[in-house]
T-cell receptor, first 117, second 111 residues
Framework: GAVVSQHPSWVICKSGTSVKIECRSL??????MFWYRQFPKQSLMLMAT?????????EQGVEKDKFLINHASLTLSTLTVTSAHPEDSSFYIC?????????????FGNGTRLTVT | LAKTTQPISMDSYEGQEVNITCSHN???????ITWYQQFPSQGPRFIIQ???TKVTNEVASLFIPADRKSSTLSLPRVSLSDTAVYYC????????????FGKGTTLSVSS
């Protein structure tokens, strides 16, 4: 079964508004979660690494003031797209690893489809 | 992080075995090789991972030669539902370490 859950699965918002996407680890604690973005017919692109209790680490070219990440608990990371514009329309996916294992693959949520009108 | 190269697309028919090869010439000593499957509008789903030689699970096999500079995902007797994008990723499977996706291979299975 799923180990990482995202909410909502899809959202439509008007240009200029903000949207929050939640990523939860189910039945395990994740000190680190990863946020990816995927445009149509393209691969996943890593946006940022979310660290519980500290600031997120953003990949080059990703605006930290536009994509606010909060990892306030060991089971929840949120990504807020602020002042969204049509070019922010994309598929956002979070992921995490099961803890306590020396070799643990990434588990991904089912993604959130954001459409900005 | 090791870069991976895969064929952009592959076609197959139901019931056939499909082998997708991935090149990762600069794989590091501690890197693992992990394969994911992605359907449209869904997050990637873990298929299999390995470090060396051969790994088999209920859905696939992963063949890794001794030099580890490539790997082959083998899907036995594919069905229409195996039509998806397959990604080969190389990196450390440790907490705090992300994985970088390459372009993936779009597998199309026909009847």
């Amino acid at each position: 079964g799923a180990v990482v859950s995202q909410h909502p699965s899809w959202v439509i918002c008007k240009s200029g508004t903000s949207v929050k996407i939640e990523c939860r680890s189910l039945d395990f604690q994740a000190t680190t979660m990863f946020w990816y973005r995927q445009f149509p017919k393209q691969s996943l692109m890593l946006m940022a690494t979310s660290n519980e209790g500290s600031k997120a680490t953003y990949e080059q070219g990703v605006e930290k003031d536009k994509f606010l990440i909060n990892h306030a608990s060991l089971t929840l990371s949120t990504l807020t797209v602020t002042s969204a514009h049509p070019e922010d329309s994309s598929f956002y996916i979070c992921s995490a690893r099961l803890p306590g294992q020396g070799n643990s693959p990434l588990h991904f949520g089912n993604g959130t489809r954001l459409t900005v009108t | 992080l090791a870069k991976t190269t895969q064929p952009i697309s592959m076609d197959s028919y139901e019931g056939q075995e499909v082998n997708i090869t991935c090149s990762h010439n600069n794989i590091a000593t501690n890197d693992y090789i992990t394969w994911y499957q992605q359907f449209p509008s869904q997050g990637p789903r873990f298929i299999i991972q390995g470090y060396k030689t051969k790994v088999t699970n209920e859905v696939a096999s992963l063949f890794i030669p001794a030099d580890r500079k490539s790997s082959t995902l083998s899907l036995p007797r594919v069905s229409l539902s195996d039509t998806a994008v397959y990604y080969c990723l190389v990196g450390l499977n440790q907490a705090g370490t992300a994985l970088i996706f390459g372009k993936g291979t779009t597998l199309s299975v026909s009847s």
